[in-house]
């Protein structure tokens, strides 16, 4: 009856919303009822406590994405997974794409085909272009995008990284457009130490591949500083898989060759305020085929990014204020039968806020953005069909957090986004929580999004003038527990996300559909039971289905549409740690699903059935130093290439990297 009488708040809550919620406590009522009954039982018997460990627990854990500043998990009701500093250093020879796909909720579409070819991102079923990429809380975007603003993740280097915040549903209150499906905050590595220290990498591997790394950080006084290069290049396998293997046994092999450059630098110029400026410059060459079962040795392209800016940071006492600035420059030069084409993408980002805290229970959040797009294809601009296109918004957004006041927390926030093309829009949000007994976390979220049409969608020989700017609005609820002294942790969360005017690409034209409605559950399970071992489990179910706008009246069609993105994915991650040596595993089950498949010289696609498929990886070190350490990366160890990502498209068998990582 405490619990209950505690949690009449969601009943304040408009009709419309409160109804919204209790659909979505019974669409997840079976598993959440599960998880609380569990939990409750291991809260109320202090006999299944064991031995204390050196695990700091997720409701603990600080993180920086879910508020834009520092607060614990149990102070807030969002979602939020952290990929730790450890679990990256596990994926040396590896790329961002291979960690993503690890993580509840999210798959990378394409990280198991050729290193070069595209890897989408699919996050809790939506496309990546509702998903928001910062690197270091600043946006990484991406103006020469076909399918949205999504950063291309293989420019992105992992070996720069120092952890990952993925933060799941609407986030478009703190973060702006694009943040629809959820937030990945790339947090990079920084100098700290002595003044200075080496360190780096080299791998070799299978199909002629092999990755380096090399850098210095240090600091020294009130400087600090981090810089790394990093050079990738493989011979790969055939972009496309051969129709028939007995007349066309084997197509020529893709390469791609990569190469980043990360350098950040801290100057703490007073005892209360912080610059630190920033730069990353990566770039890729790849050779690549003519589409499904289509062979080309004549295709390629070369991408290019350098991101820069700097970030300010100035110490209030009680709260800090911040000032970013960031620019981006994407171009890309293609070449296939197509023809030949050069895109050159401009980002401009200025932020300031500050939050502070007002009393010991109530914190403040406030700030204002601005972002400026810029689209150029210099192969077109003199033939009048694609030439210069600019789009820009100003944002203030402000929010309120109630902190942990007898187990309530509360963020309840606006933004106010000034658009040059689509008018003005007001998104919100509501993210209540309630922790049982400092074990036991309640959560809903009731959050809405706005995200305008690109400038490719609008201006590009495929693009569509008359789009309409697309609206989200999205319910979140379930509970997470942290049990028997932190060794078996649990998260259930469901989900619901509609969309209003959503853009898709069909038959070669960006189009306005109806709407959009997703729904899913997820559940996570993280288990240490003994020193040194670690076990995460998770499941996945997303639903989804577009709804198209007829011409006669109540004739509307609605159909599942969620290509490549199948109901059912799981997840089986174990880990053991003895004396020098460290052994993992990771399987990754991905379920039945459909592509859509474009014939040669067809301009309209037919649904193709995909079968469900699990991929078993490996992971092996010795460290024979306190720096040092020798490792080896299996994937895909049963060679299993009986399966499809994308229809007509090769998959990798079984690969192996091997090197040594060192820090002096």
Do not use: C
């Not at 210099?378 to 929010?399: A, D, E, V």
């Amino acid at each position: 009856m405490y619990v209950r009488n505690r949690m009449l708040y969601i009943f304040n809550f408009p009709p419309s919303a409160r109804i919204k919620i209790i659909n979505l406590f019974t669409y997840m009522k079976t598993t959440s009822f599960s998880l609380m009954a569990f939990s409750l039982l291991a809260l109320g018997r202090p006999g299944f406590a064991q031995e204390d460990t050196a695990h700091v627990s997720q409701l603990n854990t600080v993180v920086v994405t879910a508020t834009k500043f520092a607060k614990k998990q149990s102070e807030t009701g969002k979602v939020l997974t952290v990929i730790s500093r450890e679990q990256i250093e596990r994926n040396v020879g590896r790329t961002v794409t291979d960690v993503l796909n690890e993580q509840a909720g999210i798959l990378i579409n394409g990280a198991g085909s050729n290193p070069g070819k595209n890897k989408e991102l699919y996050f809790r079923g939506a496309t990546s272009q509702y998903t928001t990429i910062l690197l270091d809380g600043i946006p990484v975007g991406d103006a020469t995008g076909l399918t949205g603003n999504a950063i291309d993740l293989r420019l992105l280097p992992i070996d720069a990284i120092e952890r990952i915040e993925i933060l799941r549903g609407t986030q478009s209150t703190l973060y702006g457009a694009d943040a629809i499906a959820g937030v990945i905050n790339v947090i990079t590595r920084k100098g700290s130490g002595k003044p200075l220290n080496g360190f780096g990498n080299l791998a070799w591997g299978s199909n002629r591949s092999i990755k380096g790394t090399a850098g210095l950080r240090g600091q020294r006084d009130n400087v600090d500083y981090n810089v790394a290069f990093t050079h990738f290049e493989t011979d790969g396998i055939s972009e496309a898989a051969p129709f028939d293997t007995v007349t066309n046994p084997q197509f020529d092999r893709d390469g791609y060759k990569q190469s980043s450059l990360m350098a950040n630098f801290g100057i703490q110029a007073t005892e209360q305020l912080r610059f630190t400026p920033f730069l990353i410059y990566s770039d890729y060459k790849s050779s690549y085929d003519a589409g499904s079962f289509q062979d080309s040795k004549t295709n390629n392209n070369k991408s290019n990014m350098l991101h820069t800016g700097m970030r300010g940071l100035y110490d209030l006492g009680k709260g800090q204020l911040h000032a970013n600035f960031g620019y981006q420059k994407v171009t890309r030069h293609d070449e296939s039968s197509w023809g030949v084409t050069d895109l050159d993408g401009r980002s401009y980002f200025g932020e300031l806020y500050a939050h502070y805290n007002i009393t010991g229970w109530l914190q403040a959040l406030a700030g204002v953005e601005y972002r400026k797009s810029e689209l150029m294809d210099t192969t077109l601009i003199n033939t009048g069909t694609f030439g210069i296109g600019t789009q820009y918004n100003t944002s203030p957004y402000l929010s309120l957090f109630i902190k942990d006041l007898y187990g309530f927390s509360l963020e309840a926030g606006g933004r106010y986004t000034l658009h040059s093309q689509f008018g003005n829009h007001f998104t919100y949000s509501i993210n209540p929580s309630y922790m049982i007994r400092d074990k036991v976390k309640l959560f809903v979220n009731i959050s809405t999004g706005f995200k305008a049409p690109t400038l490719t969608s609008l201006y590009s020989q495929w693009g569509n003038p008359g789009l309409k700017p697309e609206k989200a609005t999205s319910y979140e609820g379930g509970a997470q527990a942290s049990l028997l002294q932190d060794k078996l942790e649990l998260r259930v969360t469901g989900f619901k996300r509609d969309i209003k005017d959503v853009i898709s690409y069909i038959n070669y034209q960006y189009v306005n559909y109806n709407k959009q409605n997703d729904k899913g559950v997820e559940l996570e399970v993280t288990a240490h039971p003994v020193k040194g071992l670690d076990i995460k489990a998770f499941y996945t179910y997303v639903d989804g289905a577009v709804t198209t706008v007829a011409a006669t009246p109540g004739k509307d069609t609605s159909y599942n549409n969620l290509a490549r993105r199948p109901a059912h994915t799981g997840g089986l991650n174990i880990g053991y740690r003895f004396s020098k040596f460290y052994v993992g595993a990771n399987i990754r089950h991905t379920g039945d699903r459909d592509d859509i498949y474009y014939a040669p010289g067809a301009f309209t696609g037919v649904p193709q059935p995909l079968k469900a498929y699990t991929i078993w990886d490996m992971y092996a070190e010795y460290r024979f130093t306190g720096n040092g350490r020798l490792f080896l990366n299996a994937n895909n160890i049963t060679n299993n290439r009986k399966y499809w990502e994308i229809y007509g498209y090769s998959v990798q068998g079984f690969t192996m990297q091997a090197g040594i990582a060192f820090q002096l």
